[in-house]
């Protein structure tokens, strides 16, 4: 019968040369280890919201191909050079999407703020220099002035649209007469000024903020009393917020409700 003793001298001696013991992973090989698990389980858990983001932007340059069809009468070729710059600034649009999630996602891991906020410009392939590039080089300069005649009258329409979306906000408090009303409107409407080009809907919303903005108080004082007064002057310091957050310019949709009771 074998004793302990022999037992061990025996396990030694089967040893085979050069064998080494697995050392225990450090803290930190540890940790790595279990962020790259923690990723791999986030990158599967986003897939929807990725896959999500690439049908909208898919969308969004399919109908910017139409439009650019019934307005400017592309040809083929030029059909065929626009489809592969569009399905370029998707991919892209995409990563871009992608990777400033991940940037959050690692942020929040190490308990870190994010102080740069995602840049509008490179998730929108509508902005993405691959898409834009292509416009100018396949574009004749005829096509590119109708189009971009036929972009500024949609920014301009836009634009009107949010300035009386912000006036009917206001007259929900202010209780306006039908006078006061279109008089604000008129006022407001001359001073809009958007350049008939194709224009960011930020630099559309920005043009309907100093639309806002320029109303003189000697003008203020003419239309309104002093109750509605003094709520214009509540309005207009709410009105930058208001005015990003109307992402129905970028996106068709109407999203004010988180500003109803300004």
């Given at each position: 019968?074998?004793?302990?003793?022999?037992l061990l001298l025996l396990s030694i001696l089967l040893?085979?040369?050069?064998?080494?013991?697995k050392e225990k992973p450090s803290a930190e090989e540890r940790k790595r280890e279990r962020t790259e698990r923690m990723h791999k389980a986030w990158l599967k858990q986003i897939e929807d919201r990725v896959n999500r983001?690439?049908?909208n932007n898919q969308s969004k340059m399919k109908l910017r191909m139409e439009f650019l069809q019934r307005a400017v009468?592309?040809?083929e070729k030029q059909m065929e050079?626009?489809?592969?710059?569009?399905k370029g600034a998707v991919e892209r649009a995409s990563q871009s999407w992608l990777e400033y999630k991940e940037k959050e996602w690692k942020a929040e891991q190490q308990n870190r703020y994010i102080r740069d906020q995602m840049d509008k410009n490179k998730v929108d392939p509508i902005h993405r220099e691959i898409w834009t590039v292509a416009l100018e080089k396949t574009l004749t300069s005829k096509q590119k002035r109708k189009y971009q005649m036929e972009m500024g009258i949609r920014a301009t329409y836009l634009g009107n649209a949010l300035l009386r979306i912000q006036m009917s906000m206001f007259d929900q408090r202010a209780l306006l007469t039908r006078k006061q009303r279109d008089t604000l409107i008129t006022k407001l409407e001359t001073s809009l000024t958007i350049p008939l080009k194709d224009v960011t809907p930020q630099m559309v919303s920005n043009a309907v903020q100093k639309a806002y903005m320029r109303l003189k108080p000697e003008e203020q004082q003419e239309i309104l009393?002093?109750?509605?007064?003094?709520?214009w002057l509540q309005f207009i310091s709410r009105i930058e917020d208001m005015t990003e957050s109307m992402d129905f310019l970028e996106e068709g949709l109407f999203?004010?409700?988180?500003h109803r009771h300004w």
């Open positions: 019968m074998k004793t302990p003793v022999r040893i085979p040369p050069g064998f080494q013991a983001q690439k049908t009468d592309l040809d050079h626009l489809s592969m710059a569009a009393t002093k109750e509605q007064q003094a709520l999203e004010m409700h988180r």
